[in-house]
């Protein structure tokens, strides 16, 4: 069964440093997403990326962050400049529908800055 | 408000016991909505979507009632595999994000 991978598992930094993290969408999939879940608390939106562009993103997207989809199996989050409230865990997830389908999501990456 | 709220238990059942739970969405542009579960330190998987009529998958049953703007969910039989947050969704048709409730855990105990 098709699944969508990101590495690292676990990446580790000191605030202030930038970070990449991967995704490989399932490959079919034309909608990519990365969500965030900081310990203890619910997944949350960060942006939505369809057809080369960002699509929607939110209040939490800011301008440290920015994605990328630089050939046609990966899909990255940079964050430029790591801060302490950055640490949480990221997931990417796919969809291929083009209406309200379902979203697959990876196994994430845990992020912890210090 | 929050845009999906859930009640965050634990719920805890008895193996073989069935368990219900809503969750309560406020933008009523909400259109489509799921069913996810997720484990301890582990990513969101799909358990249903939440059709208007209802629907049914094995042994858990999803209900969507627009009027009171709430979803359910309901366990029957329940197995120790059981044991995992579930996660109201909700999206809508405009947008792309899928919008979480804070879960709801539950703890199926021999």
């Not at chain 2, 629907?55 to 209900?63: I, S, V, W």
């Not at chain 2, 996660?87 to 979480?100: I, M």
């Amino acid at each position: 069964e098709p699944e969508v991978t990101q590495t690292p598992s676990h990446q580790v930094t000191q605030m202030g440093q930038e970070v990449i993290l991967r995704c490989v969408p399932i490959s079919n999939h034309l909608y990519f997403y990365w969500y965030r879940q900081i310990l203890g608390q619910k997944v949350e939106f960060l942006v939505s990326f369809y057809n080369n562009e960002i699509s929607e993103k939110s209040e939490i997207f800011d301008d440290q962050f920015s994605v990328e989809r630089p050939d046609g199996s990966n899909f990255t989050l940079k964050i430029r400049s790591t801060k302490l409230e950055d640490s949480a865990m990221y997931f990417c997830a796919s969809r291929g529908q083009p209406i309200a389908g379902e979203q697959f999501f990876g196994p994430g990456t845990r992020l912890t800055v210090l | 408000r929050k845009e999906v709220e859930q009640d965050p238990g634990p719920f805890n059942v008895p193996e073989g016991a069935t368990v219900a739970f809503n969750c309560t969405y406020s933008n009523s542009a909400s259109q489509s909505f799921f069913w996810y579960r997720q484990d301890c330190r582990k990513e969101p998987k799909l358990l249903m979507s939440v059709y208007s009529s209802g629907n049914e998958d094995g042994r858990f049953t999803a209900q969507l009632n627009r009027a009171s703007q709430y979803i359910s969910l309901l366990i029957r039989d329940s197995k120790l595999s059981d044991s995992a947050t579930y996660l109201c969704v909700a999206h809508k048709a405009a947008g792309n994000k899928l919008t979480f409730g804070g879960g709801t855990r539950v703890l199926v105990k021999p």
